[in-house]
């Protein structure tokens, strides 16, 4: 059934408000109408979104919650074309989207398009900052499933980035005595925070692999060894080649 504009801003507010609730938010964005721009006098006879370089020199395929939004950002300069949230996705998938670039963006992987669009589902990122916490008690967990070592070896050797992965216990003051459990991924720093919402789109996707708390920590290939790495020496649970 399609979703309404109306009842689609109402969720995309709430899901700005709380972050627990984008789930519901992409689920209806595949039964809702989205808005994209192309060229002004394009005579080609095929859609071809505009596409723009962000800051960092990312190339991004912008989209927009309604038509208002689109014909703000576009001035002028480039027509507003109206398509079902799926066939946008399913057209564009490859491309880095961002979901009103003017307004609260939100920026879509292919990764979690593909997750998306094959189970409707889209991962929640709640960014955590282990530099902050106290009493740190790092071990090599105990009685780790299988099912999970292989599905995480699956996932990561499809992304060509990363080159290797630990699972380590990583406890923090004052939950010392609560298994939790922490997938440290090494990466380039330049591509680290789509490689978690990567992976981490793949696990929920997957179902349960675990019943311990399980985190994602990016291990950037350019900076030096940390020291809890250093003391405890993990194996590696997955490394590329």
């Keep these: 059934m399609p979703i309404e504009q ?38 080609s ?16 395929l912008p989209f927009f919650s309604d038509p208002g939004k689109s014909e703000a950002a576009a001035r002028g300069n480039a027509r507003t074309v109206a398509i079902n949230g799926r066939l946008f996705l399913e057209s564009t998938l490859g491309a880095t989207l961002i979901l009103n670039p003017n307004n609260h963006w939100c920026k879509l992987y292919p990764e979690e398009i593909r997750v998306l669009l094959s189970t409707g589902q889209v991962a929640v990122l709640e960014a955590d900052n282990y530099e902050e916490r106290t009493q740190i008690a790092v071990a090599n967990p105990e009685n780790v499933p299988e099912l999970l070592i292989r599905g995480v070896s699956e996932i990561l050797a499809t992304l060509p980035d990363v080159e290797i992965a630990y699972l380590v216990d990583m406890r923090f003051d004052p939950h010392l005595d609560t298994p939790n459990w922490v997938l440290a991924v090494g990466t380039p720093k330049s591509t680290s925070t789509r490689i978690c919402r990567a ?26 060894v940390p020291d809890w790495a250093a003391e405890l020496k993990p194996e590696p649970i997955y490394r590329r080649g």
């Design 199 to 224: 992976i981490l789109a793949e696990l929920q996707s997957r179902g349960t692999l675990t019943d311990k708390p399980l985190s994602l920590m990016p291990l950037p290939i350019e900076d030096p």
């Design 6 to 43: 109306s009842e689609l801003n109402r969720l995309l507010e709430e899901s700005i408000s709380d972050r627990r609730k984008e789930p519901e938010f992409f689920r209806a964005l595949l039964d809702a109408t989205v808005y994209a721009h192309v060229p002004l006098n394009d005579q």
């Design 45 to 60: 006879g095929r859609i071809r979104f505009i596409q723009f370089n962000g800051p960092d020199g990312e190339l991004l």
